[in-house]
């Protein structure tokens, strides 16, 4: 290891390379790879893990530097044995150096490509973390993931997701991306659907703990559910959906026909409301962030997957947008609606159009 630096990350210490990313996504910069950005991505692994009431053997299967598996084994007090390995040799000394300075007996370094690692051993949490799309990857992951285990993917490659590639989405993800207002939330849920159909293949199904957007990625945390039945049970929920970028129309089917010709998506929830009760956010490196991310999954409307955004109607009526909390207040006066964490701008609700644009021009103190 040449010219290396020293950070805190929460409360642990981590050497990695002086010359390294500070945002974006992932590119490799110095040595072997670290994006200070990425701080939240693993914040979210530490809160997660601690909200847990048992102990899992956890597998961080891309940790380049063994930064999120050192935090895991330093910062979860009942991970008892967490792996960090990376297929880069060049990681090794790095992943050491981190179990070095933290004093931690419950972490060992590993230094496989993800394949081989999870042909021979089986983990509680599986972590993906790839440059770009997870889908290569998500085979040897769910192999490597044990009964009822959890499986935590990173999406880099929100260009594709999120409709601004579409040929690529297709050809990656065997989805059709929508862009446009819904585009994040769709790139999320194209994710977990080649997930749920992968996981079916092995039959198997997944309860989704926590998916997010944020930065540059997708995220998503699954509870993998074992059988036949937990399967068929997973890809009831995936959808199809119809959308008019004229009149801004959107709807879902369980059917793909030409209407209905975006997609398939998952349909069910992004989040489980008994995890993310049970998550704090005391002690991250961006306690600030952490928290305030928390309160937005908390209280978001998750029984319906569309999403609209005030500047969208503002365009489409020629109407200046009403501030965000009134408009979402009065939308909540006759049926479901929230922020949501996708976009500041954007809400969630179970309300049809009409009714959407009926309470948008009630809006008080608005040129027309
Ligand atoms: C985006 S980086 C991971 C960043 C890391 N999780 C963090 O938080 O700093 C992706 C890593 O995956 C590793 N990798 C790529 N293919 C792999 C494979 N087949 N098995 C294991 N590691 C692999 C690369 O060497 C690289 O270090």
Known sequence: MSDITEIAEGRTRLIIPAEHSKGGPGKRTGQVFFNEQMAFNRDVSVMFLRALDKDVPVADAMTATGSRAVRIANEVSNAADVVANDIDPASVDFINANIEANGLRNCRASNRDLNILFSEERFGYVDIDPFGSPIPYIHGAIRGCG?????AITATDTAPLAGAHRA???RRYQSRPIKGAMCHEMGLRILMCSLAKELAKADRGMEPLLSFYADHYFRTYVRVTEGAANADKTLSKLIYVKYDGKTRERSYSCEHDREYQYGPFWGGNLHSSAHLASMTSDSTAE??????MLELWRNEIDTVPFIY???ELSSFLKIS????????DSLNAIGKASKTHMCPTSFKTDLDLKDIIAVYRSMPGREM
């Open 321 to 328: 947008p009403p501030p965000m909390d009134d408009f979402v």
């Open 147 to 151: 009964r009822n285990g959890i499986l």
């Open 168 to 170: 690529k989405c297709e």
């Open 309 to 311: 955004d005030i500047s």
């Open 287 to 292: 306690e600030k962030r952490c928290g305030k």
